[in-house]
């Protein structure tokens, strides 16, 4: 399994636009994806404009039939990108899960 964490500071006052977006996405691209196991968005009550994005994936050619999809390309890579400061993206690999 390939989790991907994506650590996004949103532009001031796009909070409430990111936020659409992704859960559009997630309906058009995640949700349509078998081999995308799992797509989790995140919020900082304390941190306003950031999102966190975690995603996991069977393994790099589903997250890389993910990232090709037109809604991908279009919301995230095009609209949320615009959107954001910057996007840190990492890999991570599972110690446990309950």
Known sequence: M?????SIPLKP???AEAEQLVR???LLGPEQEPATLSF???RNATR??????IGNF???D??????????YRELVAGRLAALAVEV???DHDMIISI
Do not use: I, N
């Not at 390939?2 to 994506?6: E, Y």
């Not at 306003?48 to 994005?53: E, G, I, K, N, V």
């Open 13 to 15: 006052g796009k909070q």
């Open 48 to 53: 306003p404009d950031y999102l966190l994005l």
């Open 58 to 60: 069977a393994d790099q």
């Open 88 to 90: 840190v993206e990492t």
């Open 2 to 6: 390939l989790t991907k964490v994506l």
């Open 40 to 42: 989790r968005v995140y």
């Open 62 to 71: 589903a997250y890389d039939t993910h990232t090709g999809s037109p809604a």
């Open 24 to 26: 559009r996405f997630a």
